[in-house]
């Protein structure tokens, strides 16, 4: 019987780099970072040189400098005087503006159309299969320049609206639709107007709270209040009752045919190229989300409905408490990354003429100060903070939502 | 017992009862009506609105397609000859169908050869699209895109010839060391092929001839729907080898090189491409050596493969996480090293799983090339809104070319899912 004794140990020789496999992933990654420290010398060393050669330098000092150059739709007070970082500010807001208005409407609209594609009824399900194909298959560039086309190739100039005697009546006496945009009315806040706003806060959360105080109530005793009629006037009732007593502190503004011979004056101007770009996004990435709706439904297999019912359930309450929350599981994760495509698709709005933050910081500052690589980098570090959270976001979420498992 | 009961009545039917034929309202056209129009009163309802959506849609568009006019010279000729009637002008497609296909510099003499390269496209992507045809096929798939290089660019021969030796030599020393060590074969590969190429650099000036048979065609005068083809088709082949090493790299235990990846893959798709497409415009030129100069569309093919990489590697990284972890135990049970695993058990598979995906991204991709419109390319879209919109006879034409650019793109991005549907079903194993 011979003893086991330890291997003899070996002596490190310099071919166990590659052929050892203790040593050869440590090999690698010393190439690798070889490579990679010596491809961003080489291109740090490129800076240097073509910068030195052109004279200028890395500096950030431009976004003090006034921009020099106007914009139409702003959501905070801007001139021509402003900084450029203003200017900036102005477009990260219109991003954002823009990209919350489409997704809201895109979600709608997916859901609707995601739901009727699988509606017993056959003409609806092929038109909507149609809808899908038709603007999944399409480039939204195409789409946001048919759409901001339509806008201000077939709709009226102002003008029509004009004058004692206008071709046209404004719509519902408060709305106009122009070549140059939409012309809505424009709330102005009065003095307790802010109550008002308040009390419509508070009401909404009071409507939480009563649902959820029904919720506890049906759980625990098995008592069943009425959800529908007491939430809606929970949430109506007070918010008009403190209008009315606080005098009606909230007016509109409308938009005057008569202030101006040449324009619209008054209300809001919903610019042309939001509204295109806002309706192309829409249905561009509504077709997505249809399909993620679709896919979601179908993926709660057709047991749970049954049984379901089988416990006496009714169609309503399946759908709520049984269907739903195992399809959202589903849907949720693609949807958001949906909203993120929107988000990162919204910087087509420098085709249109959208003032984004594309088109401002990368577009108009850029081209003036000529700062491209100061420009750039900041563009691509906006979009990434944006990016990121949303996505930290969602690994939380999908955390929440696991299947909880052994 | 049955017969006495036999007897004892008068009459016992002794065959069964041929079924009678279903009611007439739930058979045929009728039946089908009922069930699939009429079934309830809601979806009575939603099928008339339905009908009257669409008699509204073909009432709006019908007669505007129909009547259209197809040979006039200007958009003032067209309206004139219309006299406000409503319909369409699509002779500004065929009047400008050349440039719309090729863009508006490229020489209306040579138009033959983007034209060839794009027939022998279909050639060339048959044996990869479809494996039931001869293998032989794929040799034409491997020689083409030095020879629709060729077509497109022209000029000298010798550099796409000497651009596949370089190939062929990589492929060589791969074949003779490869077998031992897969790693020493794919470096040496790589260096053999570099060397090649660094070779050819001294010798193609000296024996390209004066006159090359195909006259050379600039960069920049590439346009129109080719110009879309071209950066659709190279950027989404060149994307594919490169995804699939940012996702083996994103699952590599080397943690050094799995976070390079993970920070390459997470950067790019947390920016829009247009933004990258900023960069090949304006931003690359400062990080490559001063005085060289780098053909935008080059610069443009460099950041769009970049981009389409980066959410391969994630539909690949899908596909490689799908895959039971009994496949990678079993390749390490018989012995295999890990690329010979990669190669031989786990990437067959973990393609396979992310065919849809890849196709939805290369379809994503295809339309993605309009952007370049932005960055003042003209590409399709680039075309219709710079030099024909702005042209004095097709100024103002503006429904015909869009719906050209969208019929185009239809056309192309249904027929890759249609594809991408057919050999899903195709590559189905499991039993359902």
């Known amino acids: ?406 | 017992m049955s017969d006495t009961h036999a007897h004892s009545v008068a009459f016992v039917r002794e065959t069964a009862i041929p079924p009678a034929p279903p009611p007439a309202t739930e058979a045929g056209v009728i039946g089908w009506m009922r069930q699939n129009l009429f079934a309830t009163w809601a979806n009575a309802l939603l099928t008339v609105v339905a009908i009257y959506f669409v008699y509204l849609l073909l009432t709006g568009t019908l007669p505007w397609i129909l009547g259209g006019l197809w040979n006039t010279d200007s958009l003032a000729e067209c309206r004139e000859i219309l006299q406000g009637k409503n319909a369409a002008c699509f002779s500004v497609l065929t009047e400008r169908w050349n440039q719309l296909l090729f863009g508006f510099k490229y020489p209306d003499e040579f138009y033959w050869r983007p034209g060839i390269a794009f027939i022998l496209l279909f050639l060339a992507a048959a044996p990869v699209l479809f494996f039931d045809l001869p293998r032989k096929l794929l040799l034409f798939t491997a020689i083409y895109p030095f020879l629709a290089f060729w077509l497109i660019w022209g000029g000298t021969v010798w550099n796409p010839v000497f651009a596949a030796l370089g190939f062929i030599a990589g492929y060589v020393v791969f074949d003779l060391y490869g077998k031992q060590n897969f790693a020493a074969g794919f470096f040496g590969g790589i260096v053999a092929a570099f060397v090649v190429w660094f070779l050819a650099g001294y010798i193609v000036p000296a024996i390209a001839p004066e006159q090359p048979v195909l006259e050379a065609v600039q960069s920049r005068d590439m346009g129109g729907f080719m110009l879309n083809m071209i950066l659709g088709v190279v950027c989404v082949s060149l994307s594919l080898p490169l995804g699939i090493a940012l996702a083996l790299g994103r699952q590599s235990s080397m943690p050094l090189i799995k976070w390079i990846c993970v920070v390459f893959i997470e950067f790019i798709r947390g920016v829009p491409l247009i933004t990258l497409l900023f960069v090949a415009n304006v931003v690359l030129a400062y990080f490559l050596p001063p005085g060289t100069t780098f053909d935008l569309i080059l610069r443009v093919i460099i950041m769009i493969t970049m981009f389409a990489s980066a959410y391969i590697a994630e539909v690949i990284r899908g596909g490689l996480a799908a895959l039971p972890k009994g496949q990678y135990e079993a390749a390490d049970s018989l012995g295999l090293d890990y690329a010979q695993a990669m190669r031989l058990i786990v990437l067959p598979q973990a393609l396979k799983i992310s065919i849809p995906g890849i196709v939805n991204v290369s379809v994503g991709l295809f339309k993605d090339t309009t952007l370049v419109s932005i960055i003042t390319m003209f590409d399709l879209v680039g075309m219709i809104r710079g030099p024909i919109l702005a042209s004095t006879e097709w100024n103002g034409v503006y429904w015909e070319l869009f719906s050209f650019a969208a019929v185009l793109f239809f056309i192309t991005c249904y027929g890759i899912s249609q594809y991408s549907q057919w050999l899903e079903r195709r590559l189905t194993t499991d039993h359902r």
Not at chain 1, 2 to 18: G, K, N, Q, V
Not at chain 1, 184 to 197: E, F, H, K, L
Not at chain 1, 279 to 286: K, Q, R
Not at chain 1, 343 to 365: E, F, H, P, Q, R
């Open chain 1, 1 to 406: 019987m011979t003893a086991l004794t330890d291997p003899p140990r070996e002596s490190f020789r310099l071919s166990m780099l590659i052929n050892d496999k203790r040593y050869r992933s440590l090999t690698f990654q010393a190439i690798a970072l070889i490579l990679l420290i010596s491809v961003f010398a080489y291109l740090g060393s490129n800076l240097m040189a073509n910068l030195a050669a052109a004279g200028l330098n890395i500096s950030y000092s431009f976004l003090g400098d006034p921009a020099g150059y106007d914009i139409n739709q702003t959501l905070i007070p801007y001139d021509s005087q402003s900084p450029h970082l203003q200017a900036a500010w102005v477009g990260i807001l219109n991003t954002l503006l823009v990209a919350v208005l489409a997704c809201v409407s895109a979600t709608i609209l997916g859901v609707f159309a995601g739901v009727l594609r699988l509606s017993n009824n056959w003409l609806v399900r092929k038109l909507m299969s149609g809808y899908v194909e038709i603007f999944r298959n399409i480039p939204v560039l195409i789409w946001i320049l048919i759409i901001y086309g339509i806008i201000t190739v077939s709709l009226p100039g102002a003008r029509v609206y004009l004058g004692e005697d206008p071709q046209r009546e404004l719509v519902l006496g408060m709305f106009a639709f122009t070549n140059r945009g939409i012309y809505v009315p424009a709330p102005i806040w009065g003095p307790g107007s802010m109550i008002v706003v308040g009390t419509f806060f508070v009401s909404i959360a009071a409507m939480f709270a009563y649902r959820s105080y029904a919720k506890k109530l049906l759980f625990n005793t098995g008592k069943l209040l009425p959800m529908g009629w007491p939430s809606l006037v929970i949430l109506i009732v007070p918010t008009i009752l403190v209008f009315f007593v606080m005098g009606q502190p909230i007016t509109l503004d409308m938009p005057d045919p008569l202030a101006n011979r040449f324009n619209l004056r008054g209300g809001i101007q919903i610019g042309a190229p939001l509204i295109a770009l806002w309706l192309a996004l829409s249905v561009y990435t509504g077709a997505f989300i249809a399909e993620n709706v679709r896919a979601g439904i179908l993926a709660v297999s057709k047991g749970q409905t049954e049984a379901a019912a089988a416990l006496g359930l009714r169609p309503g309450r399946i759908m709520n408490l049984v269907v739903l929350p195992q399809a959202l599981r589903v849907i949720i994760p693609p949807l958001i990354s949906q909203y993120l495509n929107i988000t990162k698709n919204s910087s087509l709005a420098i085709a249109v003429g959208y003032a984004d933050i594309t088109a401002t910081l990368g577009g108009i500052t850029l081209n003036q100060t000529g700062r491209a690589i100061e420009c750039v980098l900041l563009l691509m570090l906006f979009y990434l903070v944006i990016s990121l959270s949303i996505s930290a976001v969602m690994n939380v979420y999908n955390n929440a939502m696991k299947l909880k498992e052994r």
